[in-house]
């Protein structure tokens, strides 16, 4: 399927329909590269109000459900909480390719997509 660019109101209708299921997510923000895996519960969007800085974005995509994180080379622990938070702003781009999304910010890029 070709690559598609979404609006956040596309982009939140085709993610809600992966409720329930399996997700891996790639982080890839300067020197930092996380995956995810987690049991998708619940999908939110959260306004921080006290941002003062450009550190911490005034918006966030929270992906809620139970997963691990890669720690290193497989090898993989508990997630902290049961909430990855994906920070956005009103320049970041929303990709879809079929099976995979990608969210694109200033600060990085984020990959989901359905686990196996």
Known sequence: MDQ???SIEEFNELIKQWNGRKIKIVKHE???FDETLMDLSA?????????IDDYESMYSLNLNGSG???TTTNNFESLPS???EIPLENSALY?????R?????SRGVYTIELAE
Not at 95 to 99: A, H, K, L, S, V
Not at 101 to 105: M, R
């Open 30 to 32: 300067l020197d930092d």
């Open 43 to 51: 999908i939110s969007y959260s306004k921080n109000p006290n941002t």
């Open 68 to 70: 691990v994180i890669e």
């Open 101 to 105: 999304f990608i969210v694109s910010t």
């Open 4 to 6: 598609l660019f979404l």
């Open 82 to 84: 049961e909430l990855y």
């Open 95 to 99: 990709e879809f390719e079929g099976n």
